[in-house]
Structure formats: structure tokens, C-alpha cells
């Protein structure tokens, strides 16, 4: 006799799945304004409430691997798209940081130039990375699907 309580079917999947998509983005939100409120109301040092920032950037980056190797909607772009995502994130951070906080020192380039030349690199290349994988897993998937078929 199979038990009733744990059964599931394809709809309770996706109502299950957006259910825990709506609290991750609602947990994720309460961190952001937590970090805001502790650095811009309270006044309080990055130190203070760095394990926050951390918890914060695992989820994020972690639920966007996630639904990137496990095929979600996220596509699978060509190495052109990708080069010119991180250029043009290369000029934004670059424009953006210049203005702000003033033309940076080349003495000073592993703080300065490092940073927004590395940064995107990592983010597009773990992208580019996951999605490849994401979508052999789903291919392998399917040939294994028809294989038992």
C-alpha cells in the first residue's frame, strides 16, 4: 500500500517549486534590507554584518548555478555573446567606479583595476560554464529518456 501523504504528481512539483522560489526571493530581499538598514541607519562597519553580505551572495550566486546547471530558462549563449557581456560589464564598472570614487591609481591597480577586470570574468565564465554543463546534463537526459523508450 503506497502512502498517500507523500504522494506527488507533476503539479505539486511546480506548486512546491514556486512556492519555494516566492520565500527564497522574499528571504533573500529581508537580507538585502537588513544589510541596508545596518550600513545606512545604523552606521554600523562592513565587519558587523559581513556574514549577512555572505549568506546573501552564496544564495544568489547559488540559486542562479543552480537553475543554470539544471536547465532552467537561463540560455546557453555563444563565447561572442559572452566576451561582449563581460566587456560591456567591464565599461560599466569602470565608468560607474571612476565617477564615484575618482580616476584610480595604477600604483595601486590590484585594488583598483584588478577588481573590475577579474570580477565580471568570474561571473561570465562560471555562466558560461554552468549553462554548457547545465545543457549536457539535459541532452545526456533526453538520449537517456529515448534509450529506455
Given at each position: 500500500m503506497?502512502?498517500?501523504?507523500f504522494?506527488?504528481?507533476?503539479?505539486?512539483?511546480?506548486?512546491?517549486g514556486k512556492?519555494?522560489?516566492?520565500?527564497?526571493g522574499?528571504?533573500?530581499?529581508a537580507?538585502?534590507?537588513?544589510?541596508?538598514?545596518?550600513?545606512l541607519?545604523?552606521?554600523q562597519?562592513?565587519e558587523?554584518?559581513?556574514?549577512?553580505?555572505?549568506i546573501?551572495?552564496l544564495s544568489?550566486?547559488?540559486?542562479?548555478?543552480?537553475?543554470l546547471?539544471?536547465?532552467?530558462?537561463l540560455?546557453?549563449l555563444?563565447?561572442?555573446?559572452l566576451?561582449f557581456?563581460?566587456i560591456?560589464?567591464v565599461v560599466?564598472?569602470?565608468?560607474?567606479?571612476?565617477?564615484?570614487?575618482?580616476?584610480?591609481d595604477?600604483?595601486?591597480?590590484?585594488?583598483?583595476?584588478?577588481?573590475?577586470?577579474?570580477?565580471?570574468?568570474?561571473l561570465v565564465f562560471?555562466?558560461?560554464l554552468?549553462?554548457?554543463?547545465?545543457?549536457?546534463?539535459?541532452?545526456?537526459?533526453?538520449?537517456?529518456?529515448?534509450e529506455?523508450?
Open positions: 503506497k502512502n498517500k501523504l504522494q506527488s504528481d507533476e503539479r505539486m512539483g511546480a506548486i512546491s512556492m519555494a522560489f516566492i520565500f527564497l522574499l528571504t533573500q530581499t537580507l538585502l534590507a537588513s544589510i541596508l538598514y545596518r550600513s541607519v545604523l552606521g562597519s562592513q558587523q554584518y559581513g556574514d549577512i553580505r555572505l546573501l551572495l544568489v550566486f547559488g540559486y542562479i548555478a543552480a537553475r546547471y539544471y536547465g532552467a530558462i540560455p546557453t555563444s563565447l561572442r555573446t566576451f557581456i563581460y560591456g560589464l560599466v564598472l569602470f565608468v560607474t567606479l571612476s565617477l564615484w570614487m575618482g580616476w584610480p595604477l600604483g595601486n591597480w590590484q585594488n583598483t583595476i584588478l577588481p573590475v577586470v577579474l570580477g565580471p570574468a568570474i562560471g555562466y558560461g554552468l549553462a554548457h554543463f547545465g545543457n549536457k546534463r539535459i541532452e545526456k537526459e533526453i538520449v537517456d529518456d529515448e529506455t523508450n
